[in-house]
């Protein structure tokens, strides 16, 4: 048996010319995303403005409209299966939304037109809101069901109140797009 053979000697290579520049890539969102993904901010202050004070409201009294439609027998109307598909729709975007902005979220995520998803989020609620109330108020009538009539009433009237709401934060989310667009 024959011993092992060592390896050759390293040969020396020359040094070779070594560039003094460093050039790093790093994408914004991978940078924007580490540096501010530690900690959840809170903004107390946004309830004390009209738009959050708008939204708190809209959440109420959205939830008291669909609670005063679920518990009748809509489902036999399809006129209040269409009130209850938008004021269910909207009022969880709507604390969607809430929970957006109370968390300053939309700061971390850059990418998004926040003010733009704002504006076309509350053009769209006031649009189908307005809809659906008008087909609530113009459902409800005692012949058609005369022990659901105070529910479908009620529904109603805060159905429109809700869209009032929603008309004002569409008002103030276009003050903000438009604000951004002129900038």
Not at 20 to 33: D, E, I, P, Q, Y
Request: proline letters at 8%; glycine letters at 4%.
């Amino acid at each position: 048996m024959e011993p092992p053979v060592p390896p050759p000697p390293p040969q020396e290579q020359p040094p070779r010319p070594r560039s003094h520049t460093v050039t790093t890539t790093s994408s914004s969102f991978t940078a924007n995303l580490s540096a501010s993904s530690s900690t959840l901010a809170y903004d107390r202050e946004f309830l004390r403005t009209l738009p959050g004070l708008l939204m708190v409201t809209e959440i109420v009294l959205g939830l008291l409209v669909w609670t005063l439609i679920a518990g009748t027998e809509y489902f036999l109307y399809p006129a209040f299966g269409w009130v209850m598909f938008v004021a269910v729709f909207y009022w969880v975007l709507t604390v969607f939304f809430l929970i957006i902005y109370m968390t300053m979220t939309y700061t971390r995520i850059p990418q998004v037109p926040w003010t733009t998803v704002g504006l076309c989020f509350n053009g769209s609620a006031f649009i189908l809101y307005l809809i659906a109330a008008i087909v609530d108020a113009s459902s409800v009538t005692k012949e058609l069901d005369s022990h659901n009539y105070n529910s479908w009433a009620a529904s109603s009237f805060f159905a429109f109140v809700v869209t009032s709401c929603y008309a004002g934060n569409t008002y103030f989310s276009f003050i903000s797009w438009r604000s951004r667009t002129l900038q």
